[in-house]
């Protein structure tokens, strides 16, 4: 039997004024505009500019933006962006977010140890966690 590492709490969203420093967080927002940029490296850089649900200013930067995100991601969206918040110049930044439906929040998420080539086993399924008795964690 596989047991999870921890478990995520998805039940509440925080908004910009709720943000601390260095801390992992999720954020609801809206994507106002993308920009896309080429560093001094080489490398693309994508600048998601979004608002909270109380119309506050945030960003996100994307250091690997595929075509996969380039579907996904576009203006006047709305996500859940999780990932460690982090005070830039006047605003606040997330680096690299993992994106999440808002219709996929609300709950306790388990969080299970990804096994084998990116994330997957060829054992089975883990995305398919096993219900927990009588709700307990």
Do not use: H
């Given at each position: 039997?596989?047991?999870?590492?921890?478990?995520?709490?998805?039940?509440?969203?925080a908004?910009?004024?709720?943000?601390?420093?260095?801390?992992?967080?999720?954020?609801?927002?809206t994507?106002?505009?993308?920009?896309?940029?080429?560093?001094?490296?080489?490398?693309?850089?994508?600048?998601?500019?979004?608002?909270?649900?109380?119309?506050?200013?945030?960003?996100?930067?994307?250091?690997?933006?595929?075509?996969?995100?380039?579907?996904q991601?576009?203006?006047?969206?709305r996500w859940v962006?999780?990932?460690?918040a982090?005070?830039?110049?006047?605003?606040?930044?997330?680096?690299?977010?993992?994106?999440?439906?808002?219709e996929?929040?609300?709950?306790?998420?388990?969080?299970?140890?990804?096994r084998?080539?990116?994330?997957?086993?060829?054992?089975?399924?883990?995305?398919?966690?096993?219900?927990?008795?009588?709700?307990?964690?």
């Open positions: 039997r596989v047991l999870p590492l921890r478990y995520e709490d998805r039940r509440e969203t908004t910009v004024a709720d943000l601390q420093d260095d801390t992992a967080t999720f954020i609801e927002g994507v106002t505009r993308l920009d896309g940029r080429t560093t001094k490296n080489g490398r693309n850089l994508v600048v998601a500019y979004c608002r909270d649900r109380a119309g506050e200013p945030f960003q996100c930067l994307f250091f690997q933006f595929g075509p996969f995100q380039r579907k991601i576009r203006t006047n969206t962006f999780a990932g460690k982090k005070r830039f110049r006047d605003g606040w930044t997330i680096a690299q977010p993992s994106l999440k439906a808002p996929e929040m609300g709950s306790i998420v388990p969080v299970y140890r990804k084998g080539r990116y994330g997957t086993d060829p054992r089975g399924d883990f995305g398919n966690p096993p219900a927990c008795a009588g709700g307990a964690f």
